[in-house]
T-cell receptor, first 115, second 110 residues
Framework: EAGVAQSPRYKIIEKRQSVAFWCNPI?????LYWYQQILGQGPKLLIQ????????DSQLPKDRFSAERLKGVDSTLKIQPAKLEDSAVYLC?????????????FGEGSRLTVL | QQQVKQSPQSLIVQKGGISIINCAYE??????FPWYQQFPGKGPALLIA?????SEKKEGRFTISFNKSAKQFSLHIMDSQPGDSATYFC?????????FGTGTSLTVIP
């Protein structure tokens, strides 16, 4: 079974530029998450989708971050304009919608460096 | 607001020793408590998980101890090996929403 795919793996941009990250979840996983992981910290939820609807985006800085999940499969996360503090690894994860399962499957992440 | 508090931040253990990482939570609605292991350059991967209806779960060298009344849970790694050197995150979940601890960097010295 293929895992969660993310691209690009690495991205370096200047502040105020824009960047987009792509995620393809495990086939059949209805729930998709984007997490931000700053060096030395735990993953912080940015947005959670169930199919193509948003479940939770309370911690997404909506003035600069946006995310969509068209057709309930893959997803893109965009940052525009980027700030220095956005330097982090952006992790995509997916899970089956089963209350008693709960396992998150993570991709390898997209490392963003903002100069 | 940190939903899950994790300690220590880093841990160094001799090969063959026991590694213990602790977590505490506040929200009694959490119903699933996983531990994730993360190697450099990789995403976190599920190591072991527990639900609050049991006090302990063991899988090989890894054990979760769960204290519902104290709202605490811990990961014990028995016979720690150099290959266990990684960052460990505890998490707590309700309704498929996950809250992660800040992580513990474990180094096992040969």
């Amino acid at each position: 079974e293929a895992g969660v795919a993310q691209s690009p793996r690495y991205k370096i941009i200047e502040k105020r530029q824009s960047v987009a990250f792509w995620c393809n979840p495990i086939s059949g996983h209805a729930t998709l998450y984007w997490y931000q992981q700053i060096l030395g910290q735990g993953p912080k939820l940015l947005i959670q989708f169930q199919n193509n609807g948003v479940v939770d985006d309370s911690q997404l800085p909506k003035d600069r971050f946006s995310a969509e999940r068209l057709k309930g499969v893959d997803s893109t996360l965009k940052i525009q304009p980027a700030k220095l503090e956005d330097s982090a690894v952006y992790l995509c994860a997916s899970s089956l919608v089963r209350v008693n399962t709960g396992e998150l499957f993570f991709g390898e992440g997209s490392r963003l460096t903002v100069l | 607001q940190q939903q899950v508090k994790q300690s220590p931040q880093s841990l160094i253990v001799q090969k063959g020793g026991i590694s213990i990482i602790n977590c505490a939570y506040e929200n009694t609605a959490f119903d699933y408590f996983p531990w994730y292991q993360q190697f450099p350059g990789k995403g976190p991967a599920l190591l072991i998980a527990i639900r609050p209806d049991v006090s302990e779960k063991k899988e090989g060298r890894f054990t979760i101890s769960f204290n519902k009344s104290a709202k605490q849970f811990s990961l014990h790694i028995m016979d720690s090996q150099p290959g266990d050197s990684a960052t460990y995150f505890c998490a707590a979940s309700k309704s498929n929403q996950f809250y992660f601890g800040t992580g513990t960097s474990l180094t096992v010295i040969p």
